[in-house]
């Protein structure tokens, strides 16, 4: 049985994990937020620790900073990919994103120290902004890569007036709208992403790797209520046309519909109403407005149609006994995200050569590895963390768990390595 530290070195993950710890907001740790000078920062150090490993690094049109590890053999080689990302959630955790760069990152010291040319390139990328931003558009870098980005998001501002396209031709993307999947995409082997679970399955079921079976689609609504803004002191209460009362109705609801579903489907279905911004928003003022988001992941569109008419029936409802005028217009929405069985298979097999239990898993996040999918074949692993915290400081992982991750990582490339070398190389 080979052990996982043949292939990894934990402190060196560890003493990663605190570097990059150390560009966040310092009154809001851990803050590291897209386009941020902590941010920016954070990308400077990954840029030096990808050139010391040798990796010759660019920006490419969609913003992500890659680190190529060329294989032997002419161009145009294979490649394969392998990332995740540094940006964070406000006050959000040092592990999210950032296990999966680190243990990409430890393949690259591993084949440097064997002395190890590869039969096709290597990608080790940051996606840009992978969390969802003030724009509204999460997992930018690689929604460009699968030719998802569009002008209209580009042109979209924040509170400050800071555009959307500009921010990313700041940081060397080119803050144009992609052109379509990634031109290099039949050249792509394949795509994997370590990620730790945030959820407590793999905690405790006692299991070290989770083999992601599919990403679950997430959908986002705006629901805007309109009602009447009035003096607190003088409206009485027949008769009022209170938005926050009304959106107060729809946020139960969808809680308790989502919870039916869930059980009644048996499926991963969840659904949160976690932004709501009332308006005049003053203490003695009725409240005349509401806008909300809602936040919507299913691992069956089938549960996600029924809950959307389910919604609107709800919202009909809820404008005739609340007086007020309600609309829902959908944001965002990204179909499920099955992962490519063959890669699953290869990251099965060599958890077992390590002696790493494993156990099929759903995702409950969203990730870049679903829009990589889209275009390459694509799978994901797991790491516990601890108690299921994450978007929190309090999220926890081992540099030991991020390391048999990692090692998992570096057995799958030499098994595609020696699966696809002309015999010898490797
Ligand atoms: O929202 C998500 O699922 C991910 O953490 N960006
Ligand atoms: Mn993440
Ligand atoms: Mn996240």
Redesign the pocket.
């Known amino acids: 049985m080979d052990d996982y530290l043949t292939y990894t070195k934990p402190d060196r993950i560890a003493a990663g994990v605190d570097q990059l710890a150390a560009f966040t907001e310092p009154d809001r740790p851990y803050t590291r937020l897209v386009f941020s000078a902590e941010f920016d920062a954070g990308r400077r150090w990954l840029e030096d620790q990808f050139s010391a490993a040798g990796l010759v690094c660019n920006i490419d049109a969609g913003g992500s900073l890659i680190g190529i590890r060329a294989g032997a053999g002419a161009e145009p080689r294979a490649k394969l990919i392998i990332g995740s990302h540094i940006d964070t959630v406000p006050a959000g955790g040092r592990f999210?994103g950032i296990a999966g760069v680190l243990a990409a990152l430890e393949i690259v010291h591993y084949l440097n120290e064997h002395d190890i040319t590869l039969p096709f390139d290597l990608e080790i990328v940051d996606f840009l902004g992978?969390?969802?931003n003030v724009w509204g558009t999460?997992c930018l870098g690689s929604r460009h890569m699968a030719g998802l980005i569009t002008a209209e998001m580009l042109g979209r501002k924040d509170q400050d007036g800071r555009c959307l396209g500009a921010e990313i031709a700041r940081i060397g993307g080119s803050g144009k709208p992609s052109a379509g999947v990634r031109g290099d995409a039949d050249r792509i082997l394949g795509c994997f992403e370590l990620h730790i679970e945030q959820a407590k399955t793999l905690q405790s079921m006692l299991v070290d790797i989770g083999l992601v079976t599919e990403i679950p689609s997430?959908y986002r609504y705006g629901i805007t209520v309109t009602g009447q803004a009035g003096h607190s002191g003088t409206t009485v209460m027949d008769g009022r046309r209170d938005a926050a009362v009304a959106a107060a109705d729809i946020i139960t609801a969808v809680s308790d519909l989502a919870g039916r579903i869930e059980a009644e489907d048996n499926r991963h279905f969840v659904a949160t109403i976690g932004k709501i911004d009332i308006f005049p928003n003053g203490a003695a003022i009725v409240p005349g407005r509401a806008e909300m988001t809602l936040d919507l992941r299913a691992a069956s569109d089938r549960s996600r149609l029924r809950f959307e008419a389910a919604l609107d029936k709800l919202i009909k409802q809820t404008s005739m006994t609340r007086n007020c005028q309600i609309s829902r217009d959908q944001l965002a929405g990204a179909a499920v995200a099955p992962m490519d069985k063959k890669l699953i298979s290869i990251l099965a097999d060599q958890s077992a050569r390590l002696g790493l239990g494993t156990m099929p898993i759903s995702s409950g996040?969203?990730?870049d590895t679903a829009h990589l999918s889209r275009f390459a074949r694509a799978a994901m692993l797991f790491i516990p963390c601890q108690d299921g915290l994450s978007?929190c400081p309090e999220e926890f992982t081992s540099a030991d768990s991020i390391a048999r991750g990692a090692a998992v990582l570096v057995r799958s490339v030499l098994a595609l390595a020696e699966q696809s070398a002309p015999k010898g190389l490797i």
């Open positions: 999210d992978e969390e969802l999460s997430i996040a969203g990730h978007h």
